[in-house]
């Protein structure tokens, strides 16, 4: 994955920093003052250093989604951009955001009032083109992923299963819709997306049943005609509830040791990370992150080659519940390099927080504070 009021001064744009908590870190800065949001998505892209904040936010009785361009330093540059004024939020991830490197723009899909739309939008966070209708949709866990031939893939949940829609960079689409996983019994839910060196689509995904209570955690390779190239549960037979499973699995993949992890946590026992191929052979088995942790997110460093896990932990002190947002590093083989090192403490007990690397390697974390300063920060961390 929100929150609200400040003066006349602090409402524009990164007004008046915060005070910095460590020498590491930039001052924090306000990107929006809003009532509510449910998620944020942060990217960089391969033509230049800048990040793209992506989020939603409550504004006018409905939530907004936005762009928001901010240099290496993590100035803004330009205007806020509003990629659609009406975004229907449901429970968990109702919209995404991925750059394609090879067709160089982002790619934006949404629901809206029980449809998909998809958004094309530049380097700079300015979108192309106007929005376009891609299906009906009424579900809530979609992600996207860049394909091959300057292809996009969105993995949909769509009734039980997985489906899968390719577009082009138009936002047009590229055939038509495929279902892509089909269980007998239980459901599976699409729950992050990655993109291997040669433009194959992965969705990192999970088959649950409500009894006797247990998952998988699986890999679905596709190209962009949807060809399904494999399909594996790479963990299986977890004690799971789906309160955890459809919050705290997320994935990416290494393209210099074509290597795929998965973070973690499908019930009440530790959240875990573990690292393997393509094919599921395994470079590190399932391995422990802190007690209490929850996974919201997993990148990639492309200067460092390493995997970043997100995390946050609620801790209760001075009276009231706090959240503290952590990451950890570790190489494509699973050994940790920098162990839960702790990012932001926020006044609210929520889990309402992003990061993302841009092309040299630094990180811009986005959160949302319902309780002193109010409203989505963010911070540049070196």
Not at 30 to 59: K, P, Q
Not at 65 to 81: F, H, I
Not at 102 to 121: C, D, E, S
Not at 139 to 151: D, F, I, M, S
């Amino acid at each position: 994955m929100r929150i609200l009021l400040l003066t006349t001064a602090t409402a524009l744009l990164f007004a008046a920093p915060l005070a910095a908590q460590a020498p590491s870190f930039v001052e924090d800065y306000f990107l929006e003052t809003t009532t509510y949001g449910s998620h944020f998505v942060i990217l960089g892209n391969t033509l230049n250093s800048d990040f793209v904040v992506f989020y939603d936010h409550y504004s006018g009785g409905n939530f907004v989604l936005k762009s928001c361009r901010l240099n290496s330093g993590g100035g803004p540059l330009g205007a806020k951009q509003t990629i659609h004024p009406d975004v229907v939020v449901a429970d968990r991830e109702p919209w995404d955001v991925v750059w394609h490197p090879v067709a160089k723009r982002y790619m934006a899909v949404f629901r809206v009032g029980g449809k998909l739309f998809a958004r094309a939008i530049g380097v700079g966070g300015v979108p192309l083109s106007g929005p376009k209708f891609v299906c009906n949709y009424d579900g809530t866990y979609l992600h996207v992923a860049w394909a091959a031939r300057r292809k996009f893939v969105v993995f949909l949940q769509r009734g039980d299963q997985v489906s899968g829609q390719a577009l082009r960079r138009n936002c047009r689409k590229f055939k038509g819709e495929k279902q892509l996983v089909s269980l007998v019994t239980g459901i599976s839910y699409p729950l992050d997306a990655a993109s291997e060196e040669d433009g194959t689509a992965v969705a990192y995904y999970a088959r649950y049943w409500d009894t006797p209570g247990e998952a998988d955690v699986c890999v679905l390779r596709v190209d962009y005609k949807l060809n399904v190239l494999d399909d594996f549960d790479q963990v299986s037979d977890l004690a799971a509830s789906s309160q955890y499973l459809t919050r705290y699995i997320h994935g990416n993949y290494d393209p210099k040791s074509r290597t795929h992890s998965i973070a973690y946590r499908v019930g009440a026992g530790p959240a875990k990370y573990m690292t393997f191929k393509k094919d599921g052979t395994w470079v590190s088995k399932p391995k422990n992150l802190p007690s209490d942790s929850a996974p919201r997110s997993l990148l990639y460093n492309p200067i460092k080659k390493r995997f970043v896990v997100f995390f946050f932990k609620l801790n209760y002190f001075d009276g009231r519940d706090h959240s503290e947002f952590y990451h950890t590093v570790y190489r494509p083989n699973g050994k940790i390099v920098v162990a839960d090192r702790l990012l932001k403490r926020t006044d609210s007990e929520n889990d309402a927080c992003a990061c993302g690397f841009n092309k040299t390697g630094k990180i811009f974390l986005g959160w949302v504070n319902d309780g002193g300063p109010l409203g989505v920060l963010g911070r540049l961390i070196y």
